[in-house]
């Protein structure tokens, strides 16, 4: 032992590994922080698509007051042009009293005959002078009216650009609440990269030397051998033993991440593609979905707060390797773990 030693000793130090170790969180935060961003963009749509809705009942409100000024309008035109009609027929009735009087007044000097001539004329200006009054009259009733229908203009349009300014806050708020909400994602999004870290660097200590325990992207992986006997969903008495160290770094990260970050470690199964033939479960996908559950419980009874795992089958349609080779096969039929916001 004491040689052996000694030759270790002698041996270079490979620095390969932990350019990869580092490569491969590299890999892990840009993937990371791309499904954040991916999820921010999603629920900043569903956000804006609230405040678009509220603008197009603004834009509807506007149409609709647009409406009603134009018809105002509209009918202000016609008390106009009522109001002229009638000034007109004043000013011919004021013409014909004209006439009338000019008449009379030169029919003074006249027989005795032209007197009831006189009489009538006088009859039919008395007529033509109250409907003179009615004309004015109604006349000052348009412009009463006229005034009242400019006041409703006048209201509206200030209504419109009330409404025309309450948009324009509202598109300011949009774009600030845009703003808040990727700066508050983009700390979050750190926040849970750094307590990803935290706990990947615990499981490689705990769980060291191991060769069919290994870390592939942002995953951890467990070789179905290590936890499970060949198509069965039972841990293991060595797998129970893994999980058990697992439990203890999951139950420690638990204390530490604050309460307002919304986490899961999600556990995934998967198998090869090699058709199950007998025993209690119909295909790949049962199994795979069997054993990710039997790790959750696991999980659970040792400690890890439900709340916070997850278990999903994938069968063996999510391959490490396609090639057709028992050693591909062994590579394909795994646990993974994966922290992850929920």
Known sequence: MALSRNRRSERTIDYWPGFVDALSTLLLAIMFLLSVFVIAQFLLSREVSGKDEVLDRLNSQIAELTQLLAL???TGQDFQDQISGLQASLQ???SERSRLQDALNSGSGAAASAEAKVGGLQGELATQTQISQRAQAQIELLNQQLTALR???????DALQASESRDRESQTKIADLGSRLNVALAQRVQELARYRSDFFGRLREILADRENIRIVGDRFVFQSEVLFPSGGDQLQPGGREE???????????AREIPTDLNWIIRVDGHTDNVPIS??????????SSARAASVVRFLVEQGVPAEHLAAAGFGE???LDNADTPEAHSRNRRIELKLTER
């Open 151 to 157: 006041q409703q203009i006048a209201a509206l349009e």
């Open 317 to 319: 349609y999510q391959p």
């Open 278 to 287: 007998g025993g209690r479960f119909a295909d790949n996908w049962q199994l």
């Open 72 to 74: 105002e309008r509209s």
């Open 243 to 253: 999980m058990t160290k697992l439990a203890d770094a999951a139950k420690q990260l």
């Open 92 to 94: 011919s009735s004021e």
